[in-house]
């Protein structure tokens, strides 16, 4: 039975361990940037990697696997949020109620983990996903570009407003 056989392939459990090693915990922090709830962020993580198990056949070597990943990621992650709208507001996710370094008191972290992630808040979904994925994901302008369907320069460019629009936003919470 091929699907049997392909769910077997060492080779293709060997390119899926890697992505995982080297996307998951990249992925986990897009998806907690994307969403403001951990919770949220790891059962969407499990989703990605499930999707991307059963597209893995689909990624291109000229597509960069990074790219690739983000698209799944960037698609789950809008799905879950447009369904959180038609759902009432759920209190603040465990990202902003714990502290990012428990040696760290919480008041001195909390406060500005709020501030932005309230500044994250303000911003259209299209800002606060470039500034994650470059930001926090740590991909490239052309990786961006790619995953987009836009050109580097458009991507660099959609990165610094952003970050402009970031910056206002987290001075007018101060």
């Known amino acids: 039975m091929a699907l049997h056989h392909e769910q077997t392939d060492p080779q293709r459990a060997r390119r899926f361990a890697r992505l995982v090693d080297e996307h998951g915990l990249r992925v986990l922090r897009f998806l907690q940037g994307m969403t403001g709830d951990s919770d949220s962020a790891e059962d969407l993580a499990?989703?990605?990697?499930?999707?991307?198990?059963?597209?893995?056949?689909?990624?291109?070597?000229?597509?960069?696997?990074?790219?690739?990943?983000?698209?799944?990621?960037?698609?789950?992650?809008?799905?879950?949020?447009?369904q959180a709208r038609r759902r009432p507001s759920q209190p603040l996710g465990e990202a902003e109620r714990e502290p990012a370094d428990p040696a760290r008191p919480a008041d001195e972290t909390l406060p500005l983990r709020l501030a932005v992630r309230q500044a994250l808040d303000r911003l259209e979904a299209r800002d606060r996903e470039i500034l994650l994925l470059?930001?926090?994901?740590?991909?490239?302008?052309?990786?961006?570009?790619?995953?987009?369907?836009?050109?580097?320069?458009?991507?660099?460019?959609?990165?610094?407003?952003?970050g402009h629009r970031f910056r206002q936003a987290m001075e007018e919470a101060a």
């Open 46 to 82: 499990q989703d990605v990697f499930l999707k991307a198990w059963a597209a893995l056949q689909d990624l291109r070597e000229e597509l960069s696997a990074a790219a690739w990943l983000y698209v799944i990621a960037r698609n789950t992650a809008a799905s879950h949020l447009a």
């Open 134 to 162: 470059v930001g926090l994901a740590g991909l490239s302008a052309v990786e961006v570009a790619e995953m987009m369907g836009i050109g580097v320069e458009a991507a660099r460019k959609r990165w610094q407003r952003a």
